[in-house]
Structures are given as structure tokens and as C-alpha cells.
């Protein structure tokens, strides 16, 4: 371990867990935006199949980052199960506990992050 206190991970767990949530909850509603477009009732007209596509479209790409970032939540939980969490998937060194703080899910550090965003 990477000598986190058990407080601190709880911490992260807990992060992870409401993200996890939040995500979950964010693809639900994607799915039920990409169904079939259907005319709504109410305001039938060309302007409105227009906004209903656009919307599609719109839940389609929220809906592949949703699912980018839950698999990495899921894959982060469970390395915190298998006491493995917190080192770089790159360089295996420890993550920072403030860049985890904000992106509990990353796994990289912040200097192979930045190598990878670059490449
Ligand atoms: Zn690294």
C-alpha cells in the first residue's frame, strides 16, 4: 500500500462510490434519450424532430464518456479491494493523494498523465 491511512482510502471509497452512482444514474437516462426518435406529442413540428435528433446525438457521446469513466471507478474500486490502489499504472509509482482526492479514478500520475495527453 502506499501508505494512505485507512481514512484516507475510505475517503476515496466513498468518492468512488457516489461517482459510480452518479454515472450509473447519468447512463439511464442517456439510454432512454437514445432510443428511437419519437415526435413529442405536444409540440409536433420539424423544429422539434430537429432538437429530439440533436439531443440523440448529444446522449450518444455522454453516454460513451459515462461509460469510459465508470469503467475506470469500477477498475479503481477494485484495486482499492485487492490493496493494490494508488500507483501509476505507467510507472508504478505512488499517485499524489490530492490528484486522487480530485480524480479518484485516475491511474495514472499527474507526469505520465501529462505524457499521455501529449502523445
Ligand atoms: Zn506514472
Redesign the pocket.
Known amino acids: 500500500m502506499v501508505g494512505f491511512t485507512d481514512r484516507q482510502l475510505q475517503e476515496i471509497q466513498t468518492l468512488l462510490l457516489e461517482k459510480k452512482a452518479q454515472l450509473e444514474q447519468q447512463l439511464q437516462d442517456a439510454e432512454s434519450a437514445t432510443g428511437v426518435v419519437t415526435l413529442d406529442q405536444t409540440t409536433v413540428g420539424r423544429v422539434s424532430r430537429i432538437d429530439a435528433m440533436q439531443q440523440q446525438s448529444m446522449a450518444v457521446s455522454t453516454r460513451g464518456k459515462a461509460e469510459a469513466s465508470l469503467r475506470k471507478v469500477i477498475g479503481a474500486l477494485r484495486k482499492i479491494d485487492a490493496k493494490d490502489y494508488g500507483y501509476?499504472?505507467?510507472?508504478?509509482?505512488p499517485?499524489e493523494f490530492k490528484r486522487l482526492e480530485v480524480q479518484p479514478q485516475a491511474s495514472?500520475?499527474?507526469?505520465?498523465?501529462d505524457k499521455l495527453d501529449q502523445a
Open positions: 501509476c499504472s505507467n510507472c508504478d509509482k499517485i495514472y500520475c499527474l507526469i505520465c498523465q
